[in-house]
Structure formats: structure tokens, C-alpha cells
């Protein structure tokens, strides 16, 4: 193959990997429901518990359990970043945060 040939190829590749991901995403985005992607209470020492869930399309929330608080929110798809503008231990009722 010469190298037109191969950078063809690549690009190829390339577009069709970036198809198949955001057909990838489409499909996710219709097949999420309201359930988390993943829920589970964290235990800390020293700490009182909470209840950390990731929620579709990559938000990380941290609630507090027996207020239903949300303590924490991250950006979409960047949950090591919080969301802009959160306000630390701002109340959510506890039928929103925790489900």
C-alpha cells in the first residue's frame, strides 16, 4: 500500500469508529432510565455515610442519605469536575436525589 492509500484507510477507520460511537450514545440515551447507572453508600471513618450515584450521561452526585442533600455534583462526563455553579450542600428534595 503506499502512504495515500494508508492515510485513506486510516481516515476510513476513523469515520467509521466515530459512527459507531455516537450510534453508541443514541442508543444509550434511549435505552437509560431513571434508574442509576450505579448507586451505592459510601462509607467513610470519621465520617457520616453517603450515598453516591452516577446517573446517565455520566453525572456523579453525592447525597446525603437520611436528607436526601445533594452534596455534590459533577459536570456531564467529567465526574471529577464539579458542576459549575453548584452550591455546596444546596437541598434537594429527598424525591429528586434519591430514587
Excluded: I
Excluded at 450521561?57 to 455553579?85: H, I, K, N, W
Aim: charged content about 20%; proline content about 6%.
Amino acid at each position: 500500500m503506499t502512504g495515500s492509500t494508508v492515510d485513506k484507510a486510516a481516515l476510513a477507520a476513523a469515520a467509521a469508529a466515530a459512527r459507531t460511537l455516537s450510534q453508541a450514545c443514541d442508543f444509550a440515551a434511549l435505552h437509560a432510565t431513571a434508574k442509576p447507572l450505579f448507586q451505592k453508600t459510601m462509607r467513610r471513618r470519621g465520617s457520616k455515610p453517603v450515598l453516591v450515584r452516577v446517573d446517565w450521561p455520566g453525572v456523579m452526585s453525592v447525597f446525603d442519605p437520611s436528607t436526601g442533600e445533594c452534596l455534590a455534583r459533577s459536570e456531564v462526563g467529567a465526574v471529577y469536575q464539579l458542576e459549575p455553579g453548584f452550591a455546596a450542600g444546596a437541598f434537594r428534595p429527598r424525591n429528586e436525589g434519591l430514587k
